[in-house]
């Protein structure tokens, strides 16, 4: 039986000037159906970014020197979208 992907994994975010790139890995299981993309979630400003299943980073831009941000990434597929994986940093 199908299910939602595993989260991905092995997350990383390193801080640029006012962006921050993010990477990861695919998840240990895609659940059974073939993932159908990323979505990259920055906190506190709820910056939503969703990327195709083949990419495995993402640079996120206008973001603030001198604050702390989590950056969430969620892997989906036809049967809905994986739990959290997260990586946090200071700008």
Sequence with gaps: MSTVPDFPTNIVAVPGPASATITWEIPLSDGGSALTGYT???TPDNKI???D?????YTMTGLKNGVSYTF????????GISGTSAAIIAL
């Excluded at 299943?53 to 980073?57: N, Q, R």
């Excluded at 969430?72 to 049967?79: I, P, S």
């Design 40 to 42: 990259v979630i920055s």
């Design 49 to 51: 970014q969703t990327v």
């Design 53 to 57: 299943p083949w990419v495995y980073t």
């Design 72 to 79: 969430q990434v969620f892997a989906q597929n036809e049967f």
